[in-house]
């Protein structure tokens, strides 16, 4: 099984990379080197194997419904490489229109 | 249905409903969601997306959520689990919003609501799911500054949403307001959300097509997805507005769901039409997984049997109680219910304090609603408190005055609120005692003899007259005890 370029660009689109022709190519096998190496599992017969959401043996860990003290706004934006009246300033995305959600 | 000298069609609708639940904190950690806080006040390091913050369930959430599902007749499965749906916005810090994908907390649930052919006929609208996700952030543009960049507030960001998605069922833009408004009233009754559109806790997607019947042979339209509608007045007319757009395309290029796939569409208000916001085929590709940061949840057999039994009444079961309790026709039942928990307390103090519950259906339908549609204003901000329109009442039943007298202690009341007695007091408004109404229509009778021969001879409304005469000289003559008065003395003479 073989990525295809489309499939790559498809990819970056989603993960909202910018990649040139050049990183394409380079980026491609090793995707493929790592799809092949998860294929690995397709390996062992599950038919019997219940799907199972999570490895620990523990479910319904809740808390209650109390609020705590967060951040102060500084403290939210203080990592923010620019900020304006109390919020995070952001420019555009590329492929906006694709990306914003339903 | 068919559109004018066209082919019949009808219309289909499915309704994708956001519901904020009424929590105080959010959905993974304890920040709160008040609403209108300024931007990025209410965020820590988990709703922030921070490296190495991990999500803590809300329980409250689960209680809201598994309520609103009992609510809608849906059942609540056993199992329920946590899935991360990626997509990149700036809104979304964490790179993913954390919602249920297979095994959503809410499955396979019905709402029933009134036929829009018929109004005896009631329909069964099935809801497929309701699961519960997170709410993204805010992003702000700023066009008019020429600013490219967006601000971003977070304070939103991980507030508990249930999504409730409908079944195709619906008809007509008129259903699907009556759906809303069902699911509306049963959420604010139950207390799970508030329900308000202005403010983002209820939120509405319409999916759209058309069933075009061309000599026997049915057609569908492409199916459009309706976003950015504000009110239940806006979703009716985007409906309304689609549907004649999706037939005019058609005409106009013949195409059906097979030729073209599901289109994303904007709603502008001020124009009254949708937009195309994007083509399906690009929109993203959400890749779901099971969240490795939250546990499965069983819900326990006891948690839904005391949701069940926490769950009051239901708008049904209301109306029957006020027609019993205050012996009200139906569909006065009707009205009141569908106007909500706040109408609906208001009603039950008045009409308590009145002892007269069709009197006081009849004045809230009329003129208290009247007043809060003109004002556009709500019941909790109306000037005349539910006590006071039951004294107000009481003492019309009693015949202290009339329906006009009472009318002007109302409007009194509406500009300078206060009480019944300070109105009346303002007003001048003095009951008259039966002596002094007997010599007025002592008097009246006394200067036109010949009404006492005409209700003599069988014509009593020959009175009437003579009780607008009465009004004339005392203002606060009650017409209902002059009539009464001038027909004894008639009888006695």
């Known amino acids: 099984m073989s990525l295809t370029v489309a499939e790559v660009r498809k990819l970056a689109l989603l993960a909202r990379l910018d990649l040139s022709d050049d990183e394409v190519a380079s980026v491609r096998p090793q995707l493929d080197s790592i799809l092949a190496f998860v294929k690995q599992l397709t390996e062992l017969d599950t038919t019997d194997v219940e799907p199972m959401t999570t490895a620990l043996d523990v479910d319904n860990r809740w808390r209650e419904d109390q609020q705590l003290p967060g951040l102060m706004n500084e403290e939210a934006l203080a990592n923010s490489p620019s900020q304006n009246e109390g919020c995070f300033l952001v420019p555009p995305v590329l492929g906006v229109v694709a990306s914003k959600k339903s | ?493």
């Open chain 2, 1 to 493: 249905m068919t559109l004018s000298d066209g082919y019949p069609t009808e219309t289909i609708i499915g309704l994708e409903v956001h519901v904020q639940l009424k929590t105080q904190t959010k959905l993974f950690c304890s920040c709160s969601t008040q609403f209108g806080a300024p931007p990025n006040t209410q965020v820590c390091p988990v709703c922030l997306g921070l490296p190495g913050a991990l999500p803590v369930m809300n329980e409250h959430a689960i209680d809201l959520a598994i309520q609103a599902g009992l609510a809608i007749d849906c059942s609540i499965p056993p199992m329920t689990k946590w899935d991360r749906k990626q997509y990149f916005y700036p809104d979304l810090p964490k790179g993913y919003q954390i919602s249920q994908f297979d095994l959503p907390i809410c499955a396979d649930g019905f709402v029933k609501i009134t036929d829009d052919n018929d109004p005896e006929k009631i329909r069964r609208i099935g809801i497929i799911r309701a699961h519960l996700e997170e709410d993204a952030g805010k992003s702000m543009h700023d066009e008019a500054s020429g600013r490219s960049d967006s601000r971003i507030d977070l304070n939103r960001c991980g507030t508990p949403l249930l999504e409730i998605v409908s079944q195709p069922d619906l008809r007509s833009a008129n259903e699907a307001k009556n759906y809303l408004t069902e699911l509306k009233l049963r959420m604010t009754l139950l207390g799970v959300s508030d329900c308000e559109m202005q403010e983002g806790s209820l939120r509405v997607d319409a999916n759209v097509n058309l069933h075009i019947d061309v000599n026997g042979e049915k057609i569908a339209t492409p199916i459009a997805e309706i976003k950015n509608m504000n009110s239940f007045r806006a979703v009716e007319h985007a409906i309304e507005h689609e549907i004649d757009r999706q037939y005019d395309v058609w005409e106009e290029t013949g195409k059906t769901i097979k030729d073209e796939s599901k289109t994303t569409r904007g709603w502008d208000d001020a124009t009254g039409k949708t937009f195309l916001q994007r083509e399906k085929e690009e929109s993203a590709d959400y890749r779901y997984f099971p969240d490795p940061d939250l546990l499965p949840i069983r819900v326990p057999r006891e948690r839904v049997d005391a949701a069940k039994a926490s769950l009051g009444e239901m708008p049904a079961e209301l109306c029957q109680r006020l027609q019993t309790q205050y012996g009200i026709k139906l569909y006065d039942a009707n009205v009141i219910v569908n106007q909500g928990r706040e109408l609906i307390e208001y009603f039950e103090t008045a009409a308590t304090t009145s002892g007269d519950g069709k009197r006081t259906s009849s004045w809230i339908q009329q003129d208290v609603m009247r007043t809060l549609n003109e004002k556009q204003i709500r019941i909790a901000d109306f000037a005349v408190s539910a006590d006071q329109l039951g004294e107000l009442l009481q003492r019309v039943s009693r015949g202290d005055f009339d329906n006009a007298r009472a009318r002007d202690v109302f409007s009194h009341l509406i500009k300078n609120a206060g009480t019944v007695e300070d109105a009346v007091k303002a007003l001048g408004i003095e009951s008259v005692d039966s002596s002094e109404i007997e010599t007025l229509c002592k008097e009246l009778l006394d200067a036109n003899p010949q009404v006492i021969d005409d209700v003599k001879s069988g014509k009593k409304q020959a009175v009437g007259s003579l009780i607008g005469q009465a009004k004339k000289k005392n203002p606060n003559a009650n017409p209902k005890q002059v009539r009464e008065t001038l027909l004894q003395l008639i009888e006695q003479a």
